[in-house]
């Protein structure tokens, strides 16, 4: 498994924008999927983002194309949440998520190997 660590959220207004780090330890990362969920109160746990383990690859929920886009460096065991045009509908803790298919990220959550802690992103209007 690979332990993660989100950092970046915080409050900010409608239109703002966030940058979102999961640093992650362990030898695996280079060769694990990335991905980013959300949970909003009350709702259940939503894909964001995935990132292949070479970067070449890339998916966005429907509500944050064009909006966020998810990057790594593997050099620094670290994936990125860049969220521009930010909506109060974004207000969620947002999980970084690894495991080492891609496809689990993207469409079996709940056999993602390793998950964060988490980080509160408030976006108010």
């Known amino acids: 498994q690979v332990r993660l660590v989100e950092s970046g959220g915080g409050l900010v207004q409608a239109g703002g924008s966030l940058r979102l780090s999961c640093a992650a330890s362990?030898?695996?990362?280079?060769?694990?999927?990335m991905g980013w969920f959300r949970q909003a109160p009350g709702k259940e746990r939503e894909f964001v983002a995935a990132i292949s383990w070479s970067g070449s690859s890339t998916y966005y929920a429907d509500s944050v194309k064009g909006r966020f886009t998810i990057s790594r460096d593997n050099a620094k065991n670290t994936v990125y949440l860049r969220m521009n045009s930010l909506k109060p509908e974004d207000t969620a803790v947002y999980y970084c998520?690894?495991?080492?298919?891609?496809?689990?990220?993207?469409?079996?959550?709940?056999?993602?190997?390793?998950w964060g802690q988490g980080t509160q992103v408030t976006v108010s209007s």
């Open positions: 998520a690894a495991d080492p298919r891609l496809v689990v990220l993207t469409s079996t959550p709940v056999a993602i190997a390793s």
């Open positions: 362990g030898r695996t990362f280079r060769s694990s999927a």
